[in-house]
């Protein structure tokens, strides 16, 4: 029996089967059992064993069982290929229209920046930038802050290392504008702050400042007080009134908390404004004198006013957000709302 003769008619007979017809998953597994099958050319050539010599059934055994892997394997391989090209042609539909994107949108604490830019930009201050990463100089000491400030501890700054941090507000920036350019000076820092304190609903580990300064000769308290009723009336309401209150910073004496009548309420008291008719706003006051020695500006001369507040707390004042969580979790349902 020439057995290496009928293997080769099976394997051609498989071959020419494959090329001559569509391949389709039926079509597959009808040469499946045609070959493979219990009733298969496989099977049958199998039984014709026990009728060979004893040295010829081992050469046919190994020659079957060659052809059978080549065929399990083509089968396979070609099941894989037509389902992919199935599963492509019926979930991809080529006459379909393409898929359109509606326009970009600005996250609400870049709207908010960008309003209160304009608004100060209307009244003559310019805008500057500074890095993100500070030093000690000009995150604490040119501040006037002393070492033993509750600041300076870890708890609230994330330092790099001892004289290396980053930055926990964006004075460092009108400390570098004071250094490199003469008064008048007149200037926004915008920009991200880290601090080191608990997520929760009122606060985050990274949000935004805007701080404004302005070196001057004769400049008062009283100029100070009429540019943020400026801002106020153009990004509240013109109806919203203020209110300062005594306060604390190592950087400006005397210096000042703000509010603003709730805009909300009108003043009569809601949950917004924690039924006392007012909203905290911004921190401001005049340059300390030993500020303006530390960048070599004489305060026997020049005077000067500087504030700072929260992007996020405005945001969540004007937008009704009532938790800071929102702005940091990327969900797209959620920044579509600002336009």
């Not at 020659?63 to 090209?85: A, D, H």
């Not at 080529?94 to 600005?106: E, K, M, N, Q, W």
Request: net charge neutral; charged share 30%.
């Amino acid at each position: 029996m020439n057995i290496q003769h009928r293997i080769d008619e099976v394997r051609k007979s498989f071959h020419d089967d494959i090329n001559n017809c569509e391949l389709t998953p039926q079509k597959l597994e009808e040469l499946r059992i045609k070959y493979l099958g219990k009733k298969g050319f496989i099977q049958s050539l199998f039984k014709l064993i026990p009728e060979l010599d004893i040295p010829e059934r081992k050469e046919f055994g190994r020659s079957l069982n060659s052809l059978k892997n080549e065929i399990i394997e083509k089968i396979e391989f070609l099941n894989r290929k037509v389902k992919k090209k199935v599963s492509s042609e019926e979930y991809f539909d080529h006459t379909l229209p393409g898929i359109s994107y509606g326009p970009g949108r600005l996250h609400p604490v870049s709207l908010t920046m960008r309003e209160i830019i304009l608004i100060f930009q209307e009244i003559g201050f310019g805008i500057e930038f500074g890095p993100e990463v500070e030093s000690d100089f000009y995150n604490f000491e040119a501040l006037n802050f002393p070492e033993d400030h509750p600041a300076r501890d870890m708890q609230d700054t994330f330092y790099i290392n001892d004289k290396i941090l980053l930055r926990t507000h964006t004075s460092p920036i009108q400390i570098r504008v004071m250094q490199s350019k003469k008064p008048p000076i007149r200037i926004l820092a915008p920009g991200r702050v880290f601090r080191n304190e608990s997520i929760n609903a009122r606060s985050y580990c990274v949000f935004h400042q805007i701080e404004g300064l302005c070196i001057d000769k004769n400049i008062s308290f009283a100029e100070l007080k009429g540019v943020l009723g400026y801002f106020a009336k153009r990004y509240f309401g013109k109806d919203v009134e203020l209110r300062f209150r005594p306060s604390f910073f190592p950087f400006t004496e005397p210096s000042a908390e703000v509010d603003i009548s709730c805009f909300i309420c009108g003043g009569k008291g809601c949950k917004v404004c924690k039924e006392t008719g007012w909203l905290e706003i911004l921190g401001c006051g005049m340059v300390d004198p030993n500020v303006l020695k530390m960048v070599n500006i004489d305060p026997e001369k020049y005077s000067g006013y500087a504030f700072g507040m929260g992007l996020e707390r405005i945001a969540m004042l004007k937008y009704g957000i009532d938790d800071i969580r929102l702005f940091y979790e990327n969900d797209i349902r959620f920044s579509e709302q600002f336009y």
